[in-house]
C-alpha cells in the first residue's frame, strides 16, 4: 500500500513538473500579433456594415443607414491610427535598449574585430612555422608538430568565437527589424481598405483627396405597403424580419468590437495614469541639489514625457473609436427600431386585408345564401329557379374572384394589361363557347326557349328537354307529321345555334297549337254550294270541341307580345283542278291532340259526304290529302 501511494504521488510531482517546464516553454504573447488581431478585427466588421448599408433601403432608412456607413469608415481608420502608434511605441520601446547598450554593441564590434585579428595573426604564425619546419634539422620537428597542434587549437577557439559574435549581432538586428515587419503588414492591411487609406490621407491634407470613395449604397426606395396585396405584403413582412435580423447581428457584432477596444484600452489607461503619478512625484520631490540627483530626475522626467506620449498616441484614437462604436451601436438599434415599426405596420395592414376580404367574402356568402332561399321561396316554376340559380352562382363565383383579387393582387395596372392579354387570347380560343354561353341568355330570355317547348332546329323537329349554359337538348320527334314520335334519340346543339342562318322555329310563348289542312278532290258536277257549307260545317262542329281551349291560347300570345292577331277559326277555299273541284279546309290542332283532331274532322267529312247525295267524291284516283299548314 505504501508502495502504491509512493509511485501515486511520485506521478504527481512529475505532471506538475511537466506542467511546469510547459509553462516556462510557452513564448510570451507578441503584441504586434495582437494589433494586428485587432485590426483584422475592425476591418472585419466594418465590411459587414458596408455590404449590409449597400442593399436597397426605403426612404426612413436612408439617415441611419449614412450615419452607420460614415462612422465605420470612421472607426477602422482610427483602428489604423492605434496600429501605427502602437508600432510606433513597440519599435521604441526594442530600439531603448540597443541605444541605452551601445556600449554593448560597441563591444560586441570590437570583439568581432579582435576575433579576425586574432585568426590572421595565429594564421600567419602557421604559415611561419610551416616555412620553419620544411627547412628544420629532424631533431627539432617534434617541438614544432607540437607548437604548431598548439596554434591549431588556438585558431579553432578564434574561429568559434568569431561565429558567437557574429550570431549575437544578427539577432540584435533581427530585433531591431521586428518593428519594420510589423509596420509593413500594418501598412498591407490597410491596402485592402482603400477608402480607409483615403480618408487618412485626406485627413492628413485638409480633407482633400483623390483616393477611392467610399462604396456607393443603393439608391432610396419609396415603399407603401398600402400599395402591396396580400403577397405583396407577406413578401415585405418576410424582407424586413430578415433586415432586423441582420442588423440585430450587426448590432452584436459592434458590442464585441466595443469589448475588444476595452480590453486593449485598459491596460494602456493604467499605463498612463501610472506615469503621470509618477511625473508628479517626480515634479514635487526638491529635497536634493545633488547635480547627480538632478541629471538622474532630468532623465526620468524625460523618458516619462516620451512614454506619455506615446500612450496618449495610442489612447486617443483608442477612445475616439469607443465614442464613435457607441455611436454606431445607438444608431443600430434605432435603426432597427425603424424598420420594426415598418414591420408592425405590414402586419396591421395584412391583418386589416386578411380580415376585410373575409368580411367581404361571409357577406357575399350571406347574401348568396338569401338568394338561394328567396328563389326557392319565391320561383315555383323549376325551369326559372334553375335559370335564377346559376345566374346566382356566376355573379356570387365572380364576387369571389374579385375579393380575392383585390385582396391579393399588387399593381391593378399591371393585372388589367395582363387580364387584357389573357382575355384576348382566351376569346380567340374559345370563341364558339363564349357565344354558346351569351346565347344562352337569349333562350331563357321572356321570349326563349322552355323545357316542352316543340323547336325545329336545322330540319330536326323535337322537343326541348333541357336548356344548358353551353347546349340545347332536344328529344327527337320522327313519323307522320299529324302524329310525331318519340325516335329514341336526343339531338345536341350548342347554344351559339342562335346566331346562325341555320333555320330555328319555336312556338310562340303560351301557344301550343297550330295550323293544319285538309284536301278532298270532289266530283265535277258537285254543288259547290253544298260542298261550302257542308263540309266546312263539319268541321266547325269538330273544332267546337276544343275552341275554348284555342282561344286561350291564343289570349295568353296577345298578351305576351302585344301585336293584334286574328283569332283562328276554321277556314274553307275552293279551286278546280284536273280532276274537278278541290276542297281546302284549314283548321287549328292542338299540337298535343293533332292526330286524334285530323282523324275526328276526316271521319266527319266523309260521313257528311256519304250523307250528301249531291257531293261526291272525284272517280278513281281521287283522295283525301291532309298537309300541315
Known amino acids: 500500500m505504501r508502495l502504491k501511494l509512493s509511485r501515486f504521488f511520485t506521478l504527481v510531482a512529475s505532471?506538475?513538473?511537466?506542467?511546469?517546464?510547459?509553462?516556462?516553454?510557452?513564448?510570451?504573447?507578441?503584441?504586434?500579433?495582437?494589433?494586428l488581431k485587432f485590426l483584422d478585427h475592425t476591418i472585419d466588421w466594418y465590411r459587414r456594415n458596408t455590404s449590409f448599408c449597400q442593399t436597397p433601403a426605403n426612404t426612413d432608412e436612408v439617415l441611419f443607414r449614412d450615419s452607420v456607413?460614415?462612422?465605420?469608415?470612421?472607426?477602422?481608420?482610427?483602428?489604423?491610427?492605434?496600429?501605427?502608434?502602437?508600432a510606433a511605441m513597440l519599435s521604441a520601446t526594442q530600439n531603448a535598449p540597443a541605444a541605452a547598450g551601445n556600449d554593448a554593441q560597441r563591444r560586441l564590434a570590437a570583439a568581432a574585430a579582435a576575433a579576425a585579428r586574432r585568426i590572421a595573426q595565429i594564421q600567419a604564425d602557421l604559415d611561419a612555422l610551416d616555412v620553419q619546419a620544411s627547412g628544420a634539422a629532424p631533431t627539432s620537428q617534434p617541438a614544432i608538430a607540437a607548437h604548431r597542434d598548439k596554434l591549431l587549437a588556438e585558431l579553432n577557439?578564434?574561429?568559434?568565437?568569431?561565429?558567437?559574435?557574429?550570431?549575437?549581432?544578427?539577432?540584435?538586428?533581427?530585433?531591431?527589424?521586428?518593428?519594420?515587419?510589423l509596420t509593413q503588414k500594418i501598412a498591407d492591411l490597410e491596402g485592402t481598405v482603400p477608402e480607409a487609406a483615403a480618408a487618412r490621407v485626406a485627413r492628413a491634407q485638409g480633407g482633400v483627396s483623390s483616393a477611392a470613395p467610399v462604396p456607393a449604397a443603393s439608391p432610396p426606395q419609396t415603399v407603401l405597403p398600402e400599395q402591396f396585396g396580400v403577397i405583396g405584403l407577406v413578401g415585405q413582412l418576410?424582407?424586413?424580419?430578415?433586415?432586423?435580423?441582420?442588423?440585430?447581428?450587426?448590432?452584436?457584432?459592434?458590442?464585441?468590437?466595443?469589448?475588444?477596444?476595452?480590453?486593449?484600452?485598459?491596460?494602456?489607461r493604467i499605463a498612463l495614469m501610472n506615469a503621470?503619478?509618477?511625473?508628479?512625484?517626480?515634479?514635487?520631490?526638491?529635497?536634493?541639489?545633488?547635480?547627480?540627483?538632478?541629471?538622474?530626475?532630468?532623465?526620468?522626467?524625460?523618458?516619462?514625457?516620451?512614454?506619455?506620449?506615446?500612450?496618449?498616441?495610442?489612447?486617443?484614437?483608442?477612445?475616439?473609436?469607443?465614442?464613435?462604436?457607441?455611436?454606431?451601436?445607438?444608431?443600430?438599434?434605432?435603426?432597427?427600431?425603424?424598420?420594426?415599426?415598418?414591420?408592425?405596420?405590414?402586419?396591421?395592414?395584412?391583418?386589416?386585408?386578411?380580415?376585410?376580404?373575409?368580411?367581404?367574402?361571409?357577406?357575399?356568402?350571406?347574401?348568396?345564401?338569401?338568394?338561394?332561399?328567396?328563389?326557392?321561396?319565391?320561383?315555383?316554376?323549376?325551369?326559372?329557379?334553375?335559370?335564377?340559380?346559376?345566374?346566382?352562382?356566376?355573379?356570387?363565383?365572380?364576387?369571389?374572384?374579385?375579393?380575392?383579387?383585390?385582396?391579393?393582387?399588387?399593381?391593378?395596372?399591371?393585372?388589367?394589361?395582363?387580364?387584357?392579354?389573357?382575355?384576348?387570347?382566351?376569346?380567340?380560343?374559345?370563341?364558339t363557347v363564349i357565344l354558346s354561353g351569351v346565347a344562352h341568355f337569349f333562350l331563357i330570355g321572356r321570349f326563349g326557349v322552355r323545357v316542352g317547348d316543340r323547336i325545329s332546329i336545322g330540319g330536326i323537329t323535337g322537343d326541348v328537354i333541357e336548356v344548358g349554359l353551353f347546349r340545347l337538348y332536344i328529344m327527337e320527334l320522327g313519323g307522320d307529321h299529324g302524329s310525331p314520335q318519340a325516335t329514341g334519340r336526343v339531338a345536341v346543339f350548342a347554344n351559339s345555334v342562335l346566331f346562325q342562318p341555320t333555320a330555328f322555329f319555336k312556338q310562340l310563348p303560351g301557344a301550343d297549337y297550330g295550323w293544319h289542312e285538309l284536301a278532298l278532290t270532289l266530283a265535277p258536277d258537285s254543288d259547290y254550294r253544298l260542298v261550302e257549307t257542308h263540309l266546312l260545317k263539319a268541321v266547325e262542329q269538330v273544332y267546337g270541341d276544343y275552341r275554348q281551349s284555342i282561344e286561350a291560347q291564343h289570349a295568353r300570345v296577345g298578351e305576351a307580345v302585344h301585336v293584334q292577331i286574328t283569332p283562328p277559326h276554321p277556314e274553307g277555299r275552293l279551286r278546280f283542278v284536273d280532276n274537278g273541284l278541290e276542297f281546302?279546309?284549314?283548321?287549328?290542332?292542338?299540337?298535343?291532340?293533332?292526330?286524334?283532331?285530323?282523324?275526328?274532322?276526316?271521319?266527319?267529312?266523309?260521313?257528311?259526304?256519304?250523307?250528301?247525295p249531291k257531293l261526291k267524291l272525284a272517280a278513281a284516283g281521287a283522295k283525301i290529302r291532309a298537309v300541315e299548314a
Not at 505532471?15 to 494589433?35: F, K, N, S, Y
Not at 489612447?315 to 469607443?322: A, C, K, R, Y
Not at 374572384?401 to 385582396?407: D, E, F, H, S, V
Open 15 to 35: 505532471l506538475c513538473v511537466l506542467a511546469m517546464i510547459a509553462q516556462a516553454a510557452t513564448p510570451p504573447a507578441d503584441p504586434g500579433d495582437e494589433v
Open 69 to 86: 456607413q460614415k462612422s465605420s469608415l470612421q472607426v477602422v481608420c482610427q483602428a489604423f491610427d492605434y496600429a501605427y502608434a502602437e
Open 157 to 181: 577557439l578564434a574561429k568559434t568565437r568569431q561565429q558567437v559574435v557574429q550570431d549575437f549581432a544578427a539577432f540584435s538586428s533581427d530585433q531591431n527589424a521586428s518593428s519594420e515587419t
Open 238 to 268: 418576410f424582407t424586413l424580419s430578415h433586415r432586423m435580423g441582420e442588423i440585430t447581428q450587426l448590432a452584436t457584432q459592434t458590442d464585441d468590437l466595443a469589448q475588444a477596444n476595452s480590453d486593449l484600452r485598459d491596460p494602456l
Open 276 to 431: 503621470v503619478h509618477r511625473g508628479d512625484v517626480l515634479a514635487q520631490n526638491h529635497d536634493t541639489d545633488d547635480p547627480k540627483a538632478l541629471a538622474a530626475e532630468k532623465q526620468q522626467l524625460d523618458a516619462l514625457t516620451v512614454q506619455y506620449k506615446q500612450l496618449t498616441d495610442i489612447v486617443i484614437p483608442l477612445g475616439e473609436q469607443n465614442v464613435v462604436i457607441q455611436a454606431t451601436h445607438e444608431n443600430l438599434i434605432q435603426w432597427r427600431l425603424a424598420v420594426e415599426r415598418d414591420y408592425k405596420n405590414a402586419l396591421g395592414l395584412l391583418v386589416i386585408r386578411l380580415g376585410a376580404m373575409a368580411t367581404a367574402l361571409l357577406i357575399l356568402l350571406c347574401i348568396s345564401k338569401a338568394w338561394k332561399e328567396i328563389t326557392f321561396r319565391l320561383v315555383s316554376d323549376i325551369r326559372r329557379r334553375r335559370q335564377f340559380l346559376v345566374i346566382r352562382r356566376l355573379v356570387v363565383g365572380c364576387f369571389v374572384i374579385l375579393i380575392l383579387l383585390g385582396g391579393v393582387v399588387t399593381e391593378f395596372g399591371s393585372l388589367a394589361t395582363y387580364a387584357g392579354l389573357l382575355t384576348a387570347g382566351i376569346a380567340v380560343a374559345l370563341q
Open 584 to 612: 281546302v279546309v284549314r283548321y287549328p290542332v292542338e299540337l298535343k291532340r293533332a292526330a286524334e283532331i285530323d282523324d275526328r274532322i276526316t271521319r266527319k267529312l266523309l260521313e257528311t259526304i256519304a250523307n250528301e
